[in-house]
Nanobody, 127 residues
């Protein structure tokens, strides 16, 4: 059993930076971990994903160049560093994790494949 807890959300201005954290309890060493977000009246979308070893990362097109995903295995924590935020980034950000042996970029970006989810943290970006 794995429990996830996000933190670090808040209200910021356009152009600001923000770092989200996802603390995990339970064994996630072999797990893919990912950040998803869902804005009001929008579908959930993947933002970034990172492999169990932390050596493989994937980013959505909107995240590339502005967002960095990382994980600290000693702390069993995943991070999402976001820069140059804009109002389009306003959403509830959730972390998720799963063991995914036969992975692909498509599969790690599919929310339905994930077994454990955090409760989400709100990020609001004002112009």
């Amino acid at each position: 059993q794995v429990h996830l807890m996000e933190s670090g959300g808040g209200s910021v201005q356009a152009g600001d930076s923000l770092t989200l954290s996802c603390g995990a309890s339970g064994d996630t060493d072999r797990n893919w971990m990912a950040w998803f977000r869902q804005g009001i009246r929008k579908e959930r979308e993947a933002v970034a994903a990172i492999s169990g070893g932390g050596t493989i990362t994937f980013y959505s097109d909107s995240a590339k160049g502005r967002i960095t995903i990382s994980r600290d295995k000693a702390k069993n924590t995943m991070y999402l560093q976001m820069e140059h935020l804009n109002p389009e980034d306003t959403a509830v950000y959730s972390c998720a994790t799963v063991i995914l042996p036969n992975w692909s970029q498509s599969s790690v970006f599919t929310g339905a494949n994930y077994e454990y989810w955090g409760q989400g943290t709100q990020v609001t970006v004002s112009s």
